[in-house]
Nanobody, 124 residues
């Protein structure tokens, strides 16, 4: 089992940048694929980005490709989401998720462990 906690959300102007971090504790971090999802109130949860255990395989939603970068530091048990060129439509709560797998799932139902979420607000 792993426990994940997100930090780094906040308010930024359109075109700006934010970096979200997710700290994991518990079972061996390198056993886990990690991902970021986002969900606005009343809307479906949306996949953002995912990374495999080694960090060598990454996947992105089309809506963030070229703007967001997911990375992980296995020595520090952290995964990050660098968000550049932010748009007002990126405003929502972002969640970190973990799954004990060598694959890289991109759907929320495939992840077992979730953080509490961090709010990102992009003003126009």
């Amino acid at each position: 089992q792993v426990h994940v906690v997100e930090t780094g959300g906040g308010l930024v102007q359109a075109g700006g940048s934010l970096r979200l971090s997710c700290a994991a504790s518990g079972h061996a971090f390198t056993d886990y694929a990690m991902a970021w999802f986002r969900q606005a109130t009343g809307k479906e949860r949306e996949f953002v980005a995912a990374i495999n255990w080694s960090g060598h395989s990454t996947f992105y939603a089309d809506s963030v490709k070229g703007r967001f970068t997911i990375s992980r530091d296995n020595a520090r048990n952290t995964v990050s989401l660098q968000m550049n060129s932010l748009k007002p439509e990126d405003t929502t709560v972002y969640f970190c998720a973990a799954r004990d797998t060598l694959m890289v799932p991109t759907t929320g139902s495939q992840y077992d462990y979730w953080g509490q979420g961090t709010q990102v607000t992009v003003s126009s």
